[in-house]
């Protein structure tokens, strides 16, 4: 029997992050990752925001920067033009080695290509006091005061506890990162309507002049495409904006899931804590969750920490989850309402709508697409527009 404080499932940067600041906190940390090395499969396109990853002390060699934002419909385009750069685009593995440093310099012990196969609890209250893991030393028993459940979209422990059921909406992307001859490298662009995603989107997002993430997501259940069929299409016809980028030669194949129906109802059990797509922290308008788990999971290994001493009670767990709840649970509602209503836009209204971004300003566009809705300001859009559509799509913003 290996002992530890807490053991935490998934070397992803939830639980990366929630293993950096127990481990800072002086807690004995183990975290397991089933693949065989952290961030070896990239399952995600790793859009961000520069402000979010400097106040988490990302350092800014880990993105590329961005500053315009490009919307394509199929009879209409725009661009929002920036002036300075706010968004980014991750370099995802880099970014999760990083994380993977942070923790392991904190002390954290990190197995790779470990599988967790089970958790292990009283029959009683299903209090948990352990995981059995496959590991490359061989099958192991480990006793641990507290879980973290940072196992992504699975929830492995949650849902074999029976805590939480399986996720009934979701996203499935399928992206290649390439080559290209020529790539606007500050731009980033999202394609809508029916020829990219009828139930979804398209991305391009740039990671330098000639390096380039190019996907396809799609809502389940609306549609019942895989994305990649869609993807290959794309790229054979070479559909606008891949005609600018010259020969594309994909070098890496991406495929992910991500919920998308809202957070889950609790995240803290006794002896559990559930955290980042396990526990639906990602933003659903255009499914973006990286900064909720790096930011959540830190603070799930603080809160993890300090609850050792009451026997990381489901009570002593409350502090994460009354504290996360706090800050996005409303903008991850607002998000999903206007998600439902992009959902199921035919294309002339996708034309229709990605007007209303230009009437935006820059700061209201940011504010709007990266779900930090600040009520005030979406109040005085929805009371002040001058079209009808937009007035609407603002109220859905607001509406409890
Ligand atoms: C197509 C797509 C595009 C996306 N685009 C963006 C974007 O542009 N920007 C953004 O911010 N977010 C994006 N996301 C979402 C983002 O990837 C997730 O929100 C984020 O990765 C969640 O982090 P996590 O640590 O909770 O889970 P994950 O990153 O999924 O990490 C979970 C880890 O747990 C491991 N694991 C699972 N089960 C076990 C087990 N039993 N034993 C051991 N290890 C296990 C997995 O191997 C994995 O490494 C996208 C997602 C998808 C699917």
Redesign the pocket.
């Known amino acids: 029997m290996f002992n530890y404080d807490i053991a935490i499932?998934?070397?992803?940067?939830?639980?990366?992050s929630a293993a950096y600041t127990a481990g800072k906190a002086g807690a004995k940390v183990v975290l397991?990752?089933?693949?065989k090395s952290i961030g070896q499969?990239v399952?995600?396109?790793?859009?961000?925001w520069i402000t979010e990853m400097n106040n988490l002390g990302i350092p800014e060699n880990l993105y590329n920067p961005i500053k315009n934002y490009r919307f394509i419909s199929p009879n209409n385009e725009i661009i929002i033009k920036g002036s300075k750069y706010r968004s980014c685009v991750?370099d995802v593995r880099s970014l999760y080695q990083y994380l993977s440093f942070l923790a392991a310099k904190a002390g954290a012990d990190i197995y790779i290509k470990?599988?967790?196969?089970d958790v292990l609890h009283s029959e009683h209250n299903k209090r948990v006091s352990g995981l059995i893991?496959n590991t490359l030393k061989g099958k192991i028993d480990v006793s641990s005061t507290l879980v973290i459940d940072?196992?992504?979209?699975?929830s492995?422990i949650g849902r074999k506890l029976g805590y939480v059921p399986n996720w009934k909406r979701y996203?499935?992307?399928?992206?290649y990162e390439c080559y290209c001859d020529e790539v606007d490298s500050e731009t980033w662009t999202l394609m809508v309507g029916c020829q990219y995603s009828p139930a979804g989107y398209a991305w391009l997002?740039p990671l330098s002049k000639n390096r380039v993430r190019i996907?396809v997501?799609i809502g389940k259940p609306e549609s019942n495409i895989d994305p990649i069929n869609l993807l290959n299409k794309i790229i054979e016809k070479k559909l606008k904006p891949l005609d600018e980028l010259g020969k594309i030669q994909p070098i890496e194949y991406?495929?992910?899931?991500?919920p998308n129906q809202g957070t889950r109802d609790s995240t803290v059990f006794e002896g559990l804590i559930l955290?980042?797509?396990?526990a639906g922290?990602?933003n659903p308008l255009?499914?973006?969750?990286?900064?909720?788990?790096i930011e959540f999971?830190r603070l799930a290994g603080k809160v993890g920490s300090a609850s050792l001493a009451s026997n990381s009670s489901k009570n002593s767990l409350m502090a994460y989850e009354t504290q996360w709840k706090n800050q996005i649970s409303s903008k991850i509602a607002s998000a999903l309402r206007v998600q439902s209503r992009w959902i199921g836009l035919t294309d002339d209204e996708w034309d229709r709508e990605i007007s209303i971004l230009t009437d935006m300003t820059e700061e209201e566009f940011i504010d709007f697409i990266s779900s930090e809705f600040s009520t005030k300001k979406m109040i005085k859009l929805a009371i002040n527009h001058p079209k009808l559509v937009a007035r609407q799509l603002f109220n859905l913003i607001i509406k409890k």
């Not at 499932?9 to 639980?15: E, H, T």
């Open positions: 499932v998934g070397g992803g940067p939830a639980g990366l397991f990752e089933r693949d499969y399952r995600t396109s790793g859009v961000s991750l470990s599988e967790v196969i893991v940072a196992s992504g979209f699975n492995f996203g499935v992307g399928a992206e997002f996907g997501g991406h495929y992910g899931y991500i955290v980042g797509d396990s922290q990602s255009v499914l973006e969750g990286i900064r909720h788990a999971g």
